[in-house]
């Protein structure tokens, strides 16, 4: 096939590139900054140099006419701009999907949406595909609007398929990595007295691209969360990573909400002063209150045929180890 990927620089679009080129399939790799792209040449892969920031967007007109599948894996995570949420992840979607129906009349369009986009389970069972949105922060909001905006705006020869991890975890991911450096340091911020138990859903960011490329391949419309069926507490996502870095003690410090509330906005002022890269942001204490971020990814594997091989151990290993190459831990 070929295949468009957006957003290919960024941690599951580098990845995902990795892996369609080994299926030996034709990429298309859209990035900002070319310089950067970290994926190793191949006679099948093709860089472009562009963004989603314009109405019209002039590289289009450089992919083949016979593409296949437009992957939308571009998009932002943190950001203190609640406008930049929307401008980068709704916009860039809006601006995409106009430009792409002009060239391309039958196109299978895959959105990489999120979790968040749905929001927090209510109570104690996992969300389905079928359950109601309820995004409860920005940037849940703003995917939201990207799914929206693309049911909108795509012509209805095109096939559509959302796909919405959980927390994504493997090597070459700078969020997580925040929560091994808490662990090395020995000091885990707790935001809520109840924090330790707190139930969360995550996927390898392996299984993550299986799910995207099955969805590819088998043309696939519909929603679909890719999760490991493993459900995790905070606190053993902890113990796991304590466990991986030979750590003998780990000291708990459980914050009232209300404090880690008003951190969040003491950092959201000094960062209009001092721009640092701390991801406490006021939005951000949105989905730390929550307790349940939980979802249920069966129909990928009934309706995909989706295999889940890598739970929280053998992901948190091959994480660290991609780390300490990097020496970022």
């Known amino acids: 096939m070929k295949i468009?990927?957006?957003?290919?620089?960024?941690?599951?679009?580098?990845?995902?590139?990795?892996?369609?080129?080994?299926?030996?399939?034709?990429?298309?790799?859209?990035?900002?900054s070319p310089h950067k792209f970290?994926?190793?040449?191949?006679?099948?892969?093709?860089?472009?140099?562009?963004?989603?920031?314009?109405?019209?967007l002039s590289w289009v007109e450089s992919l083949p006419a016979d593409l296949e599948t437009c992957i939308h894996t571009a998009g932002i995570v943190h950001t203190y701009s609640p406008s930049e949420f929307y401008?980068?992840?709704?916009?860039?979607?809006?601006?995409?999907?106009?430009?792409?129906?002009?060239?391309?009349?039958?196109?299978?369009?895959?959105?990489?949406?999120?979790?968040?986009?749905?929001?927090?389970?209510?109570?104690t069972s996992s969300r389905s595909e079928l359950d109601m949105d309820f995004p409860v922060s920005v940037y849940g909001?703003?995917?939201?609007?990207?799914?929206?905006?693309?049911?909108?705006?795509?012509?209805?020869?095109?096939?559509?398929?959302?796909?919405?991890?959980p927390m994504v975890i493997g090597p070459r991911d700078p969020a997580v990595l925040d929560i091994f450096k808490m662990v090395q340091g020995g000091v885990i911020l707790l935001p809520g007295q109840n924090s330790?138990?707190?139930?969360?859903?995550?996927v390898c960011v392996f299984d993550l691209v299986e799910t995207i490329v099955l969805v590819a391949v088998q043309k696939k419309k519909g929603i679909f969360f890719s999760a490991n069926p493993q459900v995790v507490s905070f606190e053993q996502l902890i113990s796991e990573i304590k466990k991986q870095l030979k750590k003998n003690w780990i000291l708990y410090l459980p914050l009232p909400l209300i404090l880690v509330r008003l951190l969040a906005m003491v950092l959201n002022f000094f960062y209009r002063l001092f721009p640092?890269?701390?991801?406490?942001?006021?939005?951000?204490?949105?989905?730390?209150?929550?307790?349940n971020w939980t979802c249920d990814g069966s129909k990928s594997e009934k309706e995909l045929g989706q295999v889940y091989n890598y739970d929280l151990e053998r992901t948190i290993t091959m994480t660290l180890i991609d780390y300490k190459s990097r020496k970022w831990i």
């Open 196 to 202: 330790k138990t707190k139930l969360y859903s995550f």
């Open 87 to 123: 401008r980068v992840n709704a916009g860039g979607t809006e601006n995409l999907v106009k430009n792409l129906k002009q060239r391309f009349i039958n196109l299978h369009f895959i959105l990489i949406s999120s979790l968040a986009a749905s929001g927090p389970s209510l109570g």
């Open 141 to 165: 909001r703003s995917k939201k609007k990207a799914e929206e905006l693309l049911a909108m705006n795509a012509p209805t020869s095109w096939q559509l398929s959302v796909i919405k991890p």
């Open 276 to 291: 640092h890269n701390l991801r406490l942001t006021p939005d951000k204490y949105h989905e730390l209150a929550a307790t």
């Open 4 to 32: 468009l990927i957006t957003g290919a620089n960024g941690f599951v679009g580098s990845h995902l590139c990795e892996k369609l080129l080994k299926d030996g399939h034709d990429v298309f790799a859209l990035v900002r």
């Open 38 to 56: 970290t994926v190793a040449e191949n006679s099948r892969l093709t860089v472009i140099k562009g963004d989603l920031d314009q109405e019209i």
